[in-house]
């Protein structure tokens, strides 16, 4: 997902099961900003205090930049969490290459052993945050099912066609401008390094979508984004509920999902808003502001770095990436702000996905 799905959409089904606008806007931000905490390392203060943060995301020039795509420790927990084929722990997909059980699947048993973690940090400052963390993993594994976070051939894409034609020419179009290196690096990138969906560009990740490609195991795959993020926003309404009503089991079908006219109205975005992530993102924000939704009229902005933002509100930093000399002056608020909130509960949730979650399926990651 991008923009729209991870802040908009998560906002839109955290209000629908209860959440109130404020705590519905913190679990929002944290979900869209795991694509945004790109910085890593230490942060330094002017008192001799540090405080050390993990990133959860790379920036890519493109969907193929090499350098971005290297990292397992942030493809495998945050966005392409193995879904052991679909099965429970102690159970392993019948075909018997390790490749199958890291695979994202929609919904799998790992996604909600990792929500029923997320329980742990319950009464904590971050909770909230950890709940907008564990959102983003959940959504992917819709919008990145049959995908793995390794380099594998299951990865690679073959035949890559969609419903929009236009599009298809203008991404054709783009890539014949970038020089016959850059074509040469973008073709061979599915086949020398197929890690997570780079090969398959941003397509996973457009709601509107129908799309088809042939993968390096030679399986054919058909999907349909419309129907995955409709299902996907379905049950983190519910997962939502689970959690505002305790319910540690997490037993999804004790709890319903959207109003069926706020499912309509998501479906009705979904399927008809085009554009980059950012566009169809502006759309959701004006629709929420209209009041298109049973929760009402709500005033929902996101400013990821910069003025406004939750660093620039926690450690004064107006810039994009932090310099490595940094200095920083320390306030007390910083210990309870939004952003340490934040990376406290990226740390937490890694730890949980690493050690505790993957391993009852058979699964270890560095």
């Not at 969490?81 to 059980?101: K, M, Q, V, W, Y």
């Not at 016959?180 to 073709?187: A, G, I, S």
Request: glycine share 8%; aromatic share 10%; charged share 20%.
């Amino acid at each position: 997902m991008q923009i729209d799905g991870h802040h908009a959409m998560t906002y839109v089904a955290a209000r629908c099961a209860g959440y109130d606008h404020r705590d519905a806007s913190t679990i929002a931000y944290s979900a869209q900003y795991v694509d945004d905490a790109t910085n890593s390392g230490p942060i330094t203060f002017h008192i001799g205090a540090r405080y050390y943060r993990i990133s959860s995301a790379h920036k890519m020039v493109d969907y193929r930049n090499f350098r971005a795509l290297s990292n397992h420790r942030v493809w495998v927990p945050f966005h392409f969490l193995p879904g052991n084929g679909g099965l429970p722990a102690g159970e392993t997909p019948s075909r018997p290459s390790f490749i199958h059980t890291l695979r994202c699947t929609p919904n799998s048993y790992v996604a909600q052993d990792m929500l029923r973690a997320c329980f742990a940090s319950a009464g904590t400052p971050y909770f909230l945050h950890r709940l907008g963390i564990s959102m983003h993993i959940y959504a992917d594994t819709w919008t990145h099912q049959g995908f793995a976070g390794v380099n594998h051939q299951v990865n690679q894409v073959i035949d890559l066609a969609s419903n929009e034609p236009e599009e298809d020419k203008q991404l054709a179009k783009k890539l014949k401008k970038q020089g016959w290196k850059v074509r040469l690096q973008n073709m061979l990138l599915s086949k020398a390094f197929p890690l997570g969906h780079g090969a398959a560009l941003s397509h996973p990740d457009k709601p509107y979508l129908r799309w088809s490609y042939t993968n390096g195991l030679g399986e054919q795959v058909v999907r349909n984004n419309a129907d995955d993020f409709c299902e996907a926003v379905e049950y983190m309404c519910r997962a939502l509920r689970a959690f505002r009503a305790e319910d540690t089991n997490l037993d999804l079908n004790a709890h319903h999902g959207l109003p069926s006219a706020d499912a309509d109205a998501v479906r009705l975005l979904v399927e008809r808003t085009r554009g980059d992530g950012e566009a169809r993102h502006k759309v959701w924000i004006e629709a929420i502001k209209c009041g298109q939704f049973s929760f009402g009229p709500a005033d929902l902005d996101y400013i990821p770095k910069g003025i406004g933002s939750w660093k620039h509100e926690a450690i004064g930093q107006e810039k994009a990436v932090d310099g490595r000399n940094e200095i920083f002056t320390f306030r007390p608020s910083f210990l309870i702000s939004d952003w340490k909130c934040f990376h406290d509960a990226l740390q937490a949730t890694r730890f949980s996905i690493v050690n505790d979650v993957l391993p009852r399926y058979g699964v270890c990651v560095a």
